[in-house]
């Protein structure tokens, strides 16, 4: 099966740049989602198709994915990004969606 | 803004079938797809299956022998039934809205889960 790999955790300084990755077998090749996901609570969607931002998003959230990997970049991390995040994927090999195992946005 | 309210036993014994649902309000449960997710305590998430607004389900194909995933239109709502259950189904579950039941497709709207705990 398809398999999608992240970094355990990440750590930036408030107002520093935030990359956080998601790595898989010809991964520019398909479309990837994002998702952020607090302490306690849902998670919720910050970029989908690869780069495309869901209303009320901060524009300080962005995404690219091409060759291998696929990034999201926080810009001027706030506090309030501290979160895990998942990266999605579609497997056209067994019609399964996929999660990357998650990585831990620290801002300290 | 839809909403998606999710609902369970809390606590399941092994070999035996857990059942939950997600009650739909702000939109017609017939016009959109939906999916079910799961995320063992610590852990991360894991996609059941969705089904889609025409009736079609498709299931991951790791559990895909024991889900069933069906819509109730009269009470807007969705099932999940997953048999012969063991510890490591313990999990909160999920449910949440899918765009699209292609490569497109992302999840836009999340219930707050439910813990559904398997132990005897």
């Known amino acids: 099966s398809y398999e999608l790999s992240q970094p355990p955790s990440v750590s930036v300084s408030p107002g520093q740049t935030a990359t956080i990755t998601c790595s898989g077998d010809?991964?520019?090749?398909?479309?990837i989602s994002w998702y952020q996901q607090k302490s306690g609570q849902s998670p919720v969607v910050v970029m989908y198709?690869?780069?495309r931002r869901p209303s009320g998003i901060p524009e300080r959230f962005s995404g690219s994915n091409s060759g291998n990997t696929a990034t999201l970049t926080i810009s001027g991390t706030q506090t309030m990004d501290e979160a895990d995040y998942y990266c999605?994927?579609?497997?056209?090999?067994?019609?399964?969606?996929?999660f990357g195992g998650g990585t831990k946005l620290t801002v300290l | 803004q839809v909403q998606l309210q999710e609902s369970g036993p809390g606590l399941v014994k092994p070999s035996e079938t857990l059942s939950v649902s997600c009650a739909v309000s702000?939109?017609?449960?017939?016009?959109?797809?939906w999916g079910w997710i799961r995320q063992p305590p610590g852990k991360g998430l894991e996609w059941i299956g969705y089904?889609?607004?025409?009736?079609?389900?498709a299931y991951n194909s790791f559990l895909k022998s024991r889900i069933s995933i069906s819509v109730d239109m009269s009470k807007n709502s969705l099932s999940l039934k997953l048999q012969s259950v063991t510890a490591a189904d313990t999990a909160v579950y999920y449910c949440?809205?899918?765009?699209?039941?292609?490569?497109?497709?992302?999840?836009?709207?999340w219930g707050q889960g439910t813990l559904i705990t398997v132990s005897s």
């Open positions: 999605q994927a579609w497997d056209t090999n067994t019609a399964c969606w996929v």
């Open positions: 010809q991964l520019g090749d398909r479309y």
């Open positions: 198709q690869d780069s």
């Open positions: 702000g939109d017609s449960i017939s016009n959109f797809y």
């Open positions: 089904l889609s607004h025409s009736g079609s389900t």
């Open positions: 949440a809205r899918l765009t699209s039941t292609t490569q497109i497709g992302y999840f836009d709207n």
